[in-house]
């Protein structure tokens, strides 16, 4: 990726391609090492997902809006460390309960190729719904196996692992990897 857009949280160089970077950036709104959330409050959460073009510029965001975002935020953190499993811990709940809300629509392009529209939503639903479409094209595509969670329980950053063996298990290995490392060999030790 050669540029990371203004609205992508932090300055991870392990960043998704587009589409799938606005479901990145929006399960990492939420940075546990900085104790930071944009979406904490309705109004810093509505400019960002403007900005992120999740949502079209009129759309409204209430409190309960922002307890639903947050909802669908880790939710598809728990998807995205499903990896192919099944999920026995009801985690898909409310992304199960979004995609029951909505339709799909389907777009036919200039060169006649057909595909899931994804177009800025009215409202916090739409908008939402729209993170599922984009989950569903990179599933389709198998970019979404790149997509992955940090391994260290206090980051749980969500990285897109470049690696040709889809290894990768941390958002840094300068960072995350290394502190995991020392703690695992200082275990071994005693």
Known sequence: M??????????????????????QAFVNTRDLEEK???LSEPVGAREWMIEAGLLAPGAEMTASDLELARAVRESLRSLIELDGAEDGSGGLE?????????????KVGGDGKV????AQAEDL?????????IVHGAQQ????????????DECRWAFYDRS????GSWCSMASCGNRLKNRE????RR
């Open 36 to 38: 930071t959330d944009l």
């Open 2 to 23: 050669s540029e990371i857009p203004t609205w992508y949280p932090g300055s991870n160089s392990r960043a998704a391609p587009m589409p799938l970077l606005r479901v």
């Open 185 to 188: 060999l200082r275990a071994r």
């Open 94 to 106: 409310v992304l199960r309960a979004l995609a029951a809300e909505h339709r799909a629509r389907l």
């Open 164 to 167: 040709r063996n889809r290894q």
């Open 125 to 133: 639903g739409d908008a939402l719904f729209g993170l599922l479409l």
């Open 141 to 152: 595509d198998e970019s979404w196996s790149r997509l992955k969670i940090c391994a260290n």
């Open 115 to 118: 595909s899931l529209e994804n």
